[in-house]
T-cell receptor, first 110, second 114 residues
Framework: EDQVTQSPEALRLQEGESSSLNCSYT??????LFWYRQDPGKGPEFLFT???AGEEKEKERLKATLTKKESFLHITAPKPEDSATYLC???????????FGEGTQLTVNP | ETGVTQSPTHLIKTRGQQVTLRCSSQ?????VSWYQQALGQGPQFIFQ???????GRGNFPPRFSGLQFPNYSSELNVNALELDDSALYLC?????????????FGEGSWLTVV
């Protein structure tokens, strides 16, 4: 059974204080690892898909990396508008479903 | 803007009733998946439709059922509603089922069962 564990559950940062979110996964063959951002009361907003160990992708202040067991979402010099819940999900080759973690709730204080 | 639209955005139902939720996928996307997200949790996969056929199902009872139409829009039906069915229901669309396809979510339908 595919499993995804995200840590920490919640993270408070000061504006400009860089940090990383962790996503550990167990899957029988990885088709893709997805990162989403979710604002309260909204649907998940797509950020990145990573496909193989060593791959990295960047978007503004966010950078996602992937190893064979985990992914990191690095946030550089965050701003208050980066406050949201960040969800990680894996997709196995055997199907198209996404298995999500519980998310990391990020708060960036001005 | 993902191009995935869901309706209604909010609804309240009584235990034992039935509900239908609707989703219009992004243009050109022939695969639709439905997820249930309880408060404070990650989304849980319900099922997926590809070219009008069910193509995978999560650990949900048969009272959760769905349809996909020729224009690739989709419905989620839930019968005999229970209090624990209260959640955000998310629709996701993609083009095909192979890797390399971005999966986009709609804003969801908030269901409250009282």
């Amino acid at each position: 059974e595919d499993q995804v564990t995200q840590s920490p559950e919640a993270l408070r940062l000061q504006e400009g204080e860089s940090s990383s979110l962790n996503c550990s996964y167990t899957v029988s063959g990885l088709r893709g690892l997805f990162w989403y951002r979710q604002d309260p009361g909204k649907g998940p907003e797509f950020l990145f898909t990573l496909y193989s160990a060593g791959e990295e992708k960047e978007k503004e202040r966010l950078k996602a990396t992937l190893t064979k067991k985990e992914s990191f979402l690095h946030i550089t010099a965050p701003k208050p508008e980066d406050s949201a819940t960040y969800l990680c999900a894996v997709q196995a080759p055997s199907g198209s479903r996404l298995t999500f973690g519980e998310g990391t709730q990020l708060t960036v204080n001005p | 803007e993902t191009g995935v639209t869901q309706s209604p955005t909010h609804l309240i139902k009584t235990r034992g009733q039935q509900v239908t939720l609707r989703c219009s996928s992004q243009s050109g996307h022939n695969t639709v998946s439905w997820y249930q997200q309880a408060l404070g949790q990650g989304p849980q996969f319900i099922f997926q439709y590809y070219r009008e056929e069910e193509n995978g199902r999560g650990n949900f009872p048969p009272r959760f059922s769905g349809l996909q139409f020729p224009n690739y829009s989709s419905e989620l039906n839930v019968n005999a509603l229970e209090l624990d069915d209260s959640a955000l229901y998310l629709c996701a669309s993609s083009c095909g089922t192979v890797s390399g396809n971005t999966i986009y979510f709609g804003e969801g339908s908030w269901l409250t069962v009282v």
